[in-house]
């Protein structure tokens, strides 16, 4: 019984750091898409548009929120 709960919590290890390691690449590409979109935006023109503005806004907040998302992903495994 012993050895089974040993490979059940080394099993939860490699699930944990994965999700670590996955919520942080999941910020870096939704912080690439974020630039590409203000690169774009910028591209295009830089007389300001009431969409440009929209767009940009909308990017940082995917942004902000795959922060928060990894924020709590942190806290649950690490603190809980």
């Known amino acids: ?14 699930v944990e750091r994965a999700m670590l ?3 942080v690449l999941v910020l870096l590409i939704v912080e690439l898409l ?11 023109g830089l007389e300001r548009h009431a969409l440009s503005g929209f767009a940009k806004d909308a990017g940082s907040a995917a ?4 922060l928060a998302l990894v924020a709590l992903t942190w806290g649950l ?4």
Do not use: H, K, Y
């Open 1 to 14: 019984a012993q050895r089974v709960s040993e490979q059940a919590l080394a099993q939860e290890s490699a």
């Open 21 to 23: 390691a996955g919520s």
């Open 34 to 44: 974020n630039t590409a979109i203000e690169v774009v935006v910028d591209r295009i």
């Open 63 to 66: 942004v902000m929120l795959t």
């Open 77 to 80: 495994i690490l603190f809980v």
